[in-house]
């Protein structure tokens, strides 16, 4: 996954302070000396993860949502907007002015979330399409290379197939970064007009009489211009981190008055599409165009308050880490585990009225997707995961021959 884990070169989670607790250079006027932590960073991702595992839960708790679930709903299908945000901040942050091998690198990302999005779309593909596997396996084929190719085989896998866009065009971002040095104000505002556009196409409700836009109003869930402008905000936060950093830290009040306001207009536009005759699940959809607007703006807001968080201590940290650790993998599981205990009828036997069941239901959902993504992680199989497995310690005694060795 993109969104590195805590392990090898997938957890570059770089400093707010560099050495000696002096700010880092800006990324375009040198090196950093320094290489702590990002510990808001990994608050961000921790959260996110949470609050997507709450809205697909929300979906079985709330089959047939009316307006104020939908809304809510709609709320948090922001945080795909963080997923991507973050992306590309941890990787130019990590890579921005160090050497690259294009090869090894876009290799080493491709194992890291191509197993991954395979295992995974299969698994999800098998839980799907029972029926048809067990009756009509040409057709169960037929549908598991176009969910693959798609991104279709669960509604959360679109995410690995276009991180591994990301990754495989990393280089290719890399240059257009450097190159338009100094027009970065230019890069940004050509991503949002990118993302509204495709927004626009992918929302659109009626037909569009013309071959590629049906064809991206149907697919454009899993293309990287959908999220542009988020990818290219991300990767713009890290390459100007200390001009970035500091002017959140010193913009709060006026972070909490653009929140309420792009919710407020968030709300409107989901009045409006249902007074067009949308119903409300339709006019929650994650993919309208004022996604663009409010995922922005918890974008803002979440980095602002991890921010805040981090520089009041960063109270239960370790805990953070070990979310971190295993965030990825929740991300993958948690659908499986909600989908069982639907076929189970543990979700509908709940005897608690929706807003309780919900959080019953999403604490239960976490805890056993944690601890199937922890366990996963550490076994063989962790590609499964996005982790390569880390070769077991050698006895201190097997170190010290070793280096008495290299001495002599």
């Not at 991180?163 to 230019?186: C, D, Y």
């Not at 959140?248 to 919710?263: I, K, Y």
């Not at 070990?322 to 189970?344: K, N, Q, T």
Request: net charge positive.
């Amino acid at each position: 996954m993109s969104t590195p884990s805590r392990g090898g070169d997938q957890a570059l989670l770089l400093p707010v302070t560099g050495e000696g607790g002096q700010a880092p250079h800006d990324r375009e006027s040198g090196p950093r000396k320094g290489r702590a932590h990002l510990t808001h960073v990994d608050l961000m991702r921790v959260v996110a993860f949470l609050a997507v595992v709450l809205v697909h839960v929300s979906g079985t708790t709330y089959p047939f949502p009316g307006a104020a679930p939908s809304f809510g709903q709609l709320m948090l299908h922001s945080m795909r907007m963080v997923f991507f945000f973050v992306s590309t901040f941890v990787l130019f942050y990590a890579w921005y002015d160090r050497p690259l091998h294009p090869g090894r690198f876009i290799g080493r990302r491709l194992r890291l979330i191509g197993i991954p999005y395979l295992a995974w779309s299969v698994a999800y593909w098998s839980l799907g399409d029972r029926w048809r596997i067990a009756h009509d396996p040409g057709a169960a084929l037929h549908d598991l290379r176009d969910v693959v190719v798609w991104g279709g085989a669960w509604y959360h896998l679109y995410f690995l197939l276009v991180s591994l866009q990301v990754a495989v065009l990393f280089p290719l971002f890399r240059l257009l970064v450097r190159r338009t040095r100094g027009r970065h104000g230019r890069l940004i505002a050509g991503a949002a007009a990118l993302q509204a556009a495709s927004l626009a196409v992918v929302f659109a409700p009626d037909p569009l009489g013309w071959a590629p836009a049906e064809f991206y109003r149907e697919h454009g869930f899993a293309f990287f211009p959908t999220y542009a402008f988020f990818l290219v905000a991300g990767a713009l936060a890290a390459v100007h981190f200390d001009a970035f950093h500091h002017w959140v830290s010193t913009h709060t009040r006026l972070c909490a008055g653009a929140v309420v306001a792009v919710l407020a207009v968030t709300y409107g536009a989901f009045r409006g599409n249902m007074a067009d005759g949308m119903s409300p699940v339709a006019a929650s959809n994650a993919l309208q165009p004022v996604s663009l607007l409010w995922g922005a703006a918890v974008v803002w807001g979440l980095y602002t308050l991890c921010a805040r968080w981090a520089a009041h201590g960063a109270p239960g940290r370790a805990a953070v880490a070990g979310g971190v650790d295993i965030a990825f993998g929740i991300y993958l599981v948690h659908p499986m585990v909600l989908r069982l205990l639907e076929m189970s009828g543990f979700a509908a036997w709940l005897p608690l009225p929706p807003l309780p069941a919900t959080l019953v239901l999403w604490g239960i959902v976490a805890g056993l997707s944690g601890a199937a993504a922890y366990l996963i992680g550490r076994s063989p199989a962790s590609l499964l995961v996005g982790r390569e497995r880390r070769p077991a310690a050698k006895p201190a005694g097997h170190r010290v021959r070793r280096h008495a060795t290299a001495a002599l």
